[in-house]
């Protein structure tokens, strides 16, 4: 937030919309909201820890009554607390209190389960432990809070994966309709990313779980990009959206250097060519308004061509972020200069290591790469840095 800020500020000094002095006035204030809310919250996540631990370790040595006692007093506590000093307006240390008495709560169903000897081979305790998260959510509009939230889906489902080798399609839907809920209400950068992150670990960890092949990302990260487009605040919908790029441009590098050709031969190839062409109808659709359609270059499904897929998905790296330079020096957009000169470097990296790897001695191969990428980077910086001084 701070960044979109000082970016607009210097331009309402331009306009005569405030003055200097009311400018790093504002940027003052971003500071110090800063550096109040950090140390409460690292208190907390601090504390829970201490809790988790400490019980953990005592359990055994405590009667089941005064162990229920401990654990409904503790989090009744922690919640009424921090409650107390929302109502103070102190909501930094109300959220912090709050914090540790849904981990709390988290804690006393797993302890209370070994005690009564519940079986589970499920992540039912995360569930309950995530809606749970959610409702106090909705009862007090915290961004630490529904980061906390999405913290417990997002563990909840690997911890299904690895113990259980099961998908909890309970914890995805609470990821998709709970909390996409609230981080579209409440956007902010730090929730938007974290759905980001999440959202993509549950794409991961589904098509593992269902042997789908791996190409099946570009749809789940098609998905996200469409989904971005629809924040409002123009900074949380460019982060968001260049989460959904990332995850293109990964699958895009590993297609570069191998091609797991089955979808194509699999009966659902032609399921994956419909979703596809229905993203990219809805794609058209929400892009053509800005014309910005090359970002559509990435999800192309350029596997279903064998022979040549590899070269052709590194052709597209290079054509992407050439685009990308191109447009952030013609309309002086530094981020997407910046975004595309990265990109160009790593596919020069990329291909470099695809044709030059097992044709040279390795000393040889290291040597001309970082000759290469230093002279690379040295002019595209060159380029930016004339961006940047063209903006001021």
């Given at each position: 937030?701070?960044?979109?800020?000082?970016?607009?500020?210097?331009?309402?000094?331009?306009e005569?919309?405030?003055?200097?002095?009311?400018?790093?006035?504002?940027?003052?204030?971003?500071?110090?909201?800063k550096?109040?809310?950090?140390?409460?919250?690292l208190?907390?996540?601090?504390?829970g820890?201490?809790?988790?631990?400490?019980?953990?370790?005592?359990?055994?040595g405590?009667h089941?009554?005064v162990?229920?006692?401990?654990?409904?007093?503790?989090?009744?506590?922690?919640?009424?607390?921090g409650?107390?000093?929302?109502?103070?307006?102190?909501?930094?240390v109300?959220?912090?209190?709050?914090?540790?008495?849904?981990?709390?709560?988290?804690?006393?169903?797993?302890?209370?389960?070994?005690?009564?000897?519940?079986?589970?081979?499920?992540?039912?305790?995360?569930?309950?432990?995530?809606?749970?998260?959610?409702?106090?959510?909705?009862?007090?509009?915290?961004?630490?809070?529904?980061?906390?939230?999405?913290?417990?889906?997002?563990?909840?489902?690997?911890?299904?994966?690895?113990?259980?080798?099961?998908?909890?399609?309970?914890?995805?839907?609470?990821?998709?309709?709970?909390?996409?809920?609230?981080?579209?209400?409440?956007?902010?950068?730090?929730?938007?990313?974290?759905?980001?992150?999440?959202?993509?670990?549950?794409?991961?960890?589904?098509?593992?779980?269902?042997e789908?092949?791996?190409?099946?990302?570009?749809?789940?990260?098609?998905?996200l990009?469409?989904?971005?487009?629809?924040?409002?605040?123009?900074?949380?919908?460019?982060?968001?959206?260049?989460?959904?790029?990332?995850?293109?441009?990964?699958?895009?590098i590993?297609?570069?250097?191998?091609?797991?050709?089955?979808?194509?031969?699999?009966?659902?190839?032609?399921?994956?060519?419909i979703?596809?062409a229905?993203?990219?109808?809805?794609?058209?659709?929400?892009?053509?308004?800005?014309?910005?359609?090359?970002?559509?270059?990435?999800?192309?499904?350029l596997?279903?061509?064998?022979?040549?897929?590899?070269?052709?998905?590194?052709?597209?790296?290079?054509?992407?972020?050439?685009?990308?330079?191109?447009?952030?020096?013609?309309?002086?957009?530094?981020?997407?200069?910046?975004?595309?000169?990265?990109?160009?470097?790593?596919?020069?990296?990329?291909?470099?290591?695809?044709?030059?790897?097992?044709?040279?001695p390795?000393?040889?191969?290291?040597?001309?790469g970082?000759?290469i990428?230093?002279?690379?980077?040295?002019?595209?910086?060159?380029?930016?840095?004339?961006?940047?001084?063209?903006?001021?």
């Open positions: 937030m701070r960044n979109l800020i000082s970016r607009e500020g210097k331009q309402w000094m331009k005569g919309i405030i003055t200097e002095e009311q400018y790093h006035t504002i940027i003052n204030r971003y500071d110090i909201e550096k109040s809310n950090l140390l409460p919250i208190a907390s996540i601090l504390i820890l201490s809790i988790l631990t400490f019980i953990a370790s005592n359990w055994d405590i089941h009554i162990r229920v006692f401990i654990i409904v007093i503790g989090m009744t506590s922690f919640y009424v607390s409650g107390i000093f929302h109502k103070k307006g102190n909501s930094t109300g959220d912090a209190l709050i914090g540790i008495g849904v981990i709390t709560f988290g804690a006393g169903i797993i302890l209370l389960g070994q005690m009564f000897h519940f079986q589970s081979y499920d992540a039912r305790a995360f569930i309950i432990w995530a809606v749970a998260s959610l409702l106090v959510v909705q009862l007090w509009e915290s961004k630490y809070l529904l980061l906390l939230s999405i913290v417990i889906i997002t563990v909840g489902q690997l911890y299904s994966f690895l113990s259980y080798s099961s998908f909890s399609y309970v914890l995805a839907l609470l990821l998709l309709f709970g909390v996409s809920h609230f981080a579209y209400h409440r956007s902010t950068m730090a929730t938007s990313v974290s759905f980001s992150i999440s959202y993509l670990i549950h794409a991961i960890l589904f098509i593992i779980h269902f789908l092949n791996y190409q099946y990302l570009f749809a789940f990260a098609l998905v990009y469409l989904i971005s487009n629809l924040i409002k605040e123009h900074a949380i919908k460019t982060t968001v959206k260049n989460t959904a790029l990332i995850a293109a441009i990964a699958v895009t590993f297609n570069v250097f191998w091609i797991d050709s089955e979808i194509v031969e699999e009966r659902g190839s032609i399921l994956y060519a979703v596809i229905l993203l990219f109808v809805l794609f058209y659709v929400i892009r053509r308004k800005s014309l910005d359609l090359v970002d559509g270059l990435l999800f192309l499904p596997f279903y061509i064998e022979e040549i897929a590899g070269v052709l998905y590194l052709l597209i790296l290079f054509i992407y972020s050439i685009c990308l330079l191109i447009i952030g020096y013609q309309n002086h957009h530094t981020e997407k200069a910046t975004f595309g000169t990265v990109l160009f470097l790593l596919s020069a990296f990329v291909g470099y290591i695809q044709i030059a790897w097992d044709f040279m390795k000393s040889l191969f290291f040597l001309l970082g000759i990428l230093f002279i690379l980077s040295w002019f595209l910086e060159k380029n930016r840095r004339k961006l940047v001084k063209g903006e001021k």
